[in-house]
């Protein structure tokens, strides 16, 4: 029996899930609201930040991509964020995002794709046992149908080998009633030749009896 076996459904389906669930993760979500004035810098560059909101004030420092900062006010094209160290700089709007840069993410993108493979890799065992034990059942029954084939081959022989006794027993038979017969013919034709005889001899010497009686 072939071994080759086709992929699970099941594992299929997880599959894509895994992959979706990357994609999802690795994206930003920049449609979503955020819940509270937590900020990131965005993933794309290192910041320069300024001393006010527009782009004519001094740059006093610089934001590193990724780094979380609190967002205090916006004005303008710029934001005004906390850093870190509590320091109050001024940024440009659109160098902020509202999710988690990628270093952030990575630790949680680890863990859902620790699980993930975790649990295809159960499904896999556990596919792969069902085709095991599969494979097993189909082995012991083909053992099965061997068996039964052979004992029918033996069967026929003994079959074919009485078929063929007994068409010489009935050869015989016939052989020995064509015999018998043939004896009964002989002993009947014997029985009436001997009467046939009898009939015409004794006549005859009860003829000769009478003659020779009337000499006397």
Do not use: C
Request: glycine content about 8%.
């Amino acid at each position: 029996m072939p071994d080759i076996q086709p992929a699970s459904p099941a594992l299929t389906a997880l599959r894509g899930g895994l992959i979706a669930a990357l994609i999802a993760l690795a994206a930003p979500a920049h449609a979503e609201e955020p819940a509270t004035d937590a900020r990131w810098v965005s993933d794309s560059l290192n910041t320069y930040v300024r001393s006010g909101p527009t782009d004519g004030h001094r740059i006093v420092g610089t934001l590193k991509s990724g780094q979380k900062v609190t967002l205090v006010t916006s004005q303008g094209n710029y934001s005004q964020v906390r850093g870190q160290s509590g320091d109050l700089v001024w940024i440009l709007t659109s160098d902020l995002q509202a999710v988690p840069g990628q270093s952030e993410r990575l630790p949680q993108l680890d863990a859902q794709v620790a699980e993930l493979s975790g649990q295809l890799k159960t499904i896999d065992d556990s596919w792969k046992n069902r085709v095991q034990g599969m494979q097993e059942t189909l082995d012991s029954r083909k053992a099965l149908i061997d068996e039964l084939e052979t004992r029918n081959k033996a069967l026929n022989e003994q079959l074919e080998q009485s078929q063929s006794s007994l068409r010489d027993t009935q050869a015989r038979l016939g052989d020995e009633n064509k015999q018998v017969m043939m004896r009964y013919m002989v002993y009947g034709g014997s029985i009436a030749g001997a009467g046939l005889l009898a009939g015409l001899i004794l006549p005859a010497l009860t003829r000769g009896r009478k003659r020779n009686d009337r000499w006397f």
